[in-house]
Every structure is written in structure tokens, then in C-alpha cells.
T-cell receptor, first 114, second 113 residues
């Protein structure tokens, strides 16, 4: 199957700083990627849809100014958590959509804000 | 909002036994997928079943779909300790077909050696 790489796998940052998470499709082009958030012992919640060359579409309740998404190329989408706070600590997972409409997930990024 | 509801929330069995997990959803769908997630890791796609299919097999996995009841089940036969993980069903978000997924709450499966 297709490979989606997420980096970093884990990150610890101080409150008030920003953190960038990368999602790359390694062997296919993805015009659409998705970002999910997962709190401990909970399910995945869709945060936003990232479209190459256009603005991301955010789900209700997700602050677009806090979670900046950039999809500048067909193989890379980035999620930047700005002015991070401890409540932003979570597991962030991206997925990329192939041309045959199958979604492949990255390995996730565990963010801890201290 | 979470469309999929899964039960049980947790399941503990012995190696060799079968494990059955159920998922219910609310809106009409054209496909349903099952994923596995090992602790703190990403998702592994297990199987996709389309709305015109009633049952699908993949190795030790058997998935059923009942669109009239808006429910699906995942059966893992002859379970192994390595099957210990969380299992999620996922359906396309209303108005979409693929990719943009709504996940169930998940079932935590523990298989004891």
C-alpha cells in the first residue's frame, strides 16, 4: 500500500510556542489530506481537510487561526499548532487520499505541551 | 459528531478465541471501513466493505454489514496476542464518499497469551 510519513513522531514544547507537524505522501501524490486529533482513550476527530493549492476546510469548533494548515505541494501538508497550550496536548494523525480514493494514515505525532 | 458507536468498549479474551466487535452508524453510507490502532501508533487499514456487500473476508477477519440496521461487525477468528489493539469502524462523513471519515468510539481488544 501507499506510504504516508508523519514527522515528528513526538514533540514536547513549551506553552506559548508553535509546533509544526509534517505529513508526506512518499510514493503517491495527494491533492487531499486530512488532519485528525485523538485525545487519550478516545476516538479520532476530524479537524480539517487540506487541499493542495487552496485553503483548508476546518470542522466546526476547530480554530483555523490556532491550527494553521498549509498544503503547498502534492506530497506535503503541514499542521502548525500556534501558541500551544497544555490542552492542545494530543495525538495528531494525518491521512492522504490516493487517486483511487483510498486513505492512508501517517503514524501520528504525539504533542505534549508543558 | 461521532457517527459510529461501537460495542463493546473493551473486550478481553484468551488466545485462540474469537473476538466480535460491533459498530452502528446513523446516516446512509456507501462504504464502511475497519481500522486497527496499536497503542500510541497510527492506524492500519483492515478492510473496506461497500454498501452493496453483506459480508467480506480477509484472512482471519470477517466483516458484515447490515444497511437496514445501520450496523457492522468485525470478527477476528483464532485470535493471537498480537491482535491486541484498539479497533475502530469508520464511515464517510455525510455527503462524502471516501477519505473524510467519521470514526466510532472504538473497541479495546486484549488477547491474553
Amino acid at each position: 500500500g501507499a506510504v504516508v510519513s508523519q514527522h515528528p513522531s513526538w514533540v514536547i514544547c513549551k506553552s506559548g510556542t508553535s509546533v509544526k507537524i509534517e505529513c508526506r505522501s512518499l510514493d503517491f501524490q495527494a491533492t487531499t489530506m486530512f488532519w485528525y486529533r485523538q485525545f487519550p482513550k478516545q476516538s479520532l476527530m476530524l479537524m480539517a481537510t487540506s487541499n493542495e493549492g487552496s485553503k483548508a476546510t476546518y470542522e466546526q469548533g476547530v480554530e483555523k487561526d490556532k491550527f494553521l494548515i498549509n498544503h503547498a505541494s502534492l506530497t506535503l501538508s503541514t499542521l502548525t499548532v500556534t501558541s500551544a497550550h497544555p490542552e492542545d496536548s494530543s495525538f495528531y494523525i494525518c491521512s492522504a487520499l490516493t487517486l483511487n480514493t483510498e486513505a492512508f494514515f501517517g503514524q501520528g505525532t504525539r504533542l505534549t505541551v508543558v | 459528531s461521532q457517527q459510529g458507536e461501537e460495542d463493546p468498549q473493551a473486550l478481553s479474551i484468551q488466545e485462540g478465541e474469537n473476538a466480535t466487535m460491533n459498530c452502528s452508524y446513523k446516516t446512509s453510507i456507501n462504504n464502511l471501513q475497519w481500522y486497527r490502532q496499536n497503542s500510541g501508533r497510527g492506524l492500519v487499514h483492515l478492510i473496506l466493505i461497500r454498501s452493496n456487500e453483506r459480508e467480506k473476508h480477509s484472512g482471519r477477519l470477517r466483516v458484515t454489514l447490515d444497511t437496514s440496521k445501520k450496523s457492522s461487525s468485525l470478527l477476528i477468528t483464532a485470535s493471537r496476542a498480537a491482535d491486541t489493539a484498539s479497533y475502530f469502524c469508520a464511515t464517510p462523513s455525510p455527503g462524502t464518499s471516501y477519505g473524510k471519515l467519521t470514526f466510532g468510539q472504538g473497541t479495546i481488544l486484549t488477547v491474553h497469551p
